[in-house]
């Protein structure tokens, strides 16, 4: 009989297919998967650390680069936790102009992740048509807020300024587009048979193990659990809004990977109703130059983001500065899974998986 | 399946925990504060007979003489929600893990190992996940001492 030994192949953190500073080290025996370890750290900021010297405000900036490929989606996430704290309403308009930018976000996140497996997994082409129409989000993104990657727009107590003109036909006409796009992306994608068999039973999570293992967002709901905080715990004013929550029933990479086409088409009927639905008004509360929550009280506040679950913890004691803030990162529960799911397959199915899960590492990291 | 009833649960954990739990409550959770040593007890019970299946977030917060850590539970897909809070004495951080309950507990307690320096006993793999191994200090904690490299 032959023997073959237990070797460990290093994939990141320098490498293209792991989404940023991702180091995973696969034990292989022989061609299977045994275990992968996953190592993190590489792009540690201490951000929770840093929360803890910075102002409410002063804060925003850092909670846009915890998931850089969907900026808005942290950003309102902690605005809308501290408003939570300090009991802020936000006006009618700011919170519909939140939604588009919410889910535009959304959509880029989510191109972004079906683009970028079509490289790791050696389909090219298919990275230039997400980058080609992500970049149009870009572009409404820069007329907002003047950034387009780490958007600042959304504020404490509404956004930073009124929306110019020529924003929502910009708007209208990408939302016209998307039913095309999906149909490109699934035409020249989905339907292909080396790209199926890439994909198709590859990375089975099973909706037990997600739920235990915390995994939320379109990995769970691939995994056949309709569960999506819009619907079941909606921030802002998402119960106005009609949409599906997209799902699929084996919990394998085709599945996550199809789960995040159908949610751009959901994104953009939500888009399409805010855009009908907003009104003229306020754009922002006026909110105190300096925010002092009631001593003692804290928060949980935790929004749908593009990866799943995004929390923040906040604890305040009655100063200016957080005592003590924690962001509960989709990404990062969402990784754990990883091994359970590598396990028994081979080598290249570690990339399909990476790819599939779509962690975005200045979440994780933190 | 019976209609969930957070009071009639309440009580019923009451009876059976006497004065090792606290009930409390803030604008937007109940509270079980829990004495550390009954935490696995109190979880194992939150998660089979009450359906809190999605450990959501497991976070620490230092309030000098002890640790407070919180756990918030959800369930999937009734939607209801609960806060769990114990501490620890900072001369003797320590307590159960929970990844026997929830696995999800695995990197969130390594976590909160690594940047606050809590150990949770029956961890199989108590090791830092975000800072490098020879660090030293563990830096969410209000003592630790800020400063560039030199």
């Known amino acids: 009989m032959l023997e073959s030994d237990i070797y460990t192949v290093n994939v990141g953190p320098i490498h ?80 519909y102009i939140r939604v588009i930018m919410a889910e535009l ?47 600042s727009y959304i504020r404490i107590g509404g956004v930073a300024a009124d929306i110019p003109d020529g924003f929502i036909p910009a708007v209208m006409s990408l939302v016209q587009d998307i039913p095309g796009m999906m149909d490109e992306y699934n035409g020249l994608m989905t339907g292909n048979e080396i790209w199926a068999a890439r994909m198709q039973g590859v990375g089975i999570l099973t909706p037990e193990t997600a739920i235990q293992y915390g995994v939320t967002g379109p990995n769970l709901r691939a995994s056949g659990i309709a569960y999506d905080l819009r619907r079941a715990e909606p921030d802002g004013i998402y119960h106005r809004f009609e949409f599906d929550i997209p799902t699929r029933n084996g919990g394998d990479s085709l599945d996550r990977w199809q789960v995040r ?48 679950e995004l929390g923040y913890y906040i604890v305040s004691d009655g100063s200016s500065k957080p005592y003590r803030l924690h962001v509960r990162a989709p990404s990062f529960i969402n990784l754990m899974v990883l091994p359970v799911i590598c396990r028994g397959g081979v080598f290249q199915d570690l990339i399909t998986n990476i790819a599939t899960l779509d962690p975005i590492l200045g979440e994780s990291d933190r | 399946m019976q209609e969930f009833n957070l009071e009639l649960m309440i009580k019923e954990l009451e009876v059976l925990m006497g004065d090792k739990l606290r009930i409390g409550s803030d604008q937007f959770f109940a509270v079980l504060n829990i004495e550390s040593n009954m935490l696995t007890v109190l979880m194992t019970k939150l998660r089979d007979e009450y359906g809190f299946n999605h450990l959501a977030n497991l ?63 029956a961890h199989p793999n108590l090791i830092r996940v975000l800072l490098p191994e020879d660090f030293e200090g563990h830096p969410l904690r209000k003592d630790f001492v800020m400063g560039g490299r030199s």
């Open chain 1, 16 to 95: 293209p297919s792991t989404h940023g500073g991702l180091h995973a080290e696969a034990i292989m025996d022989g061609e299977i998967i045994e275990n992968v370890i996953v190592h993190l750290g590489y792009v540690h900021r201490s951000v929770e650390k840093i929360a803890e010297g910075k102002t409410y405000q002063q804060y925003v900036p850092y909670t846009a680069r915890l998931d850089y490929l969907a900026t808005n989606l942290p950003v309102l996430g902690y605005c809308q936790a501290v408003e939570k704290l300090l009991g802020i309403e936000v006006p009618e308009r700011a919170q």
């Open chain 1, 105 to 151: 976000s959304r959509i880029a996140s989510h191109q972004i992740a079906i683009s970028a497996t079509g490289i790791d997994l050696g389909a090219t082409t298919g990275l230039m048509y997400g980058m080609r129409d992500r970049e149009r989000i870009m572009n409404i993104f820069e007329m907002t807020g003047g950034q387009r990657l780490l958007s």
């Open chain 1, 261 to 308: 086409i159908d949610e751009i088409g959901e994104s953009g009927r939500i888009i399409e109703q805010a855009l009908e639905g907003m009104p003229n008004g306020e754009i922002s509360t006026r909110v105190p130059k300096v925010l002092k929550p009631e001593p003692g009280k804290e928060v949980y506040h935790r929004i749908e983001s593009a990866k799943g």
């Open chain 2, 59 to 121: 976070s620490s917060v230092d309030y000098g003489e002890e640790f407070e850590l919180v756990y918030h539970l959800y369930s999937i897909p009734d939607n209801k929600k609960l806060l769990v809070k114990t501490r620890v004495p900072r001369t003797s951080a320590e307590l159960d893990s929970l990844i026997t309950i929830w696995p999800t507990a695995d990197w969130q307690e390594r976590e909160v190992y690594d940047l606050m320096g809590i150990k949770f006993k």
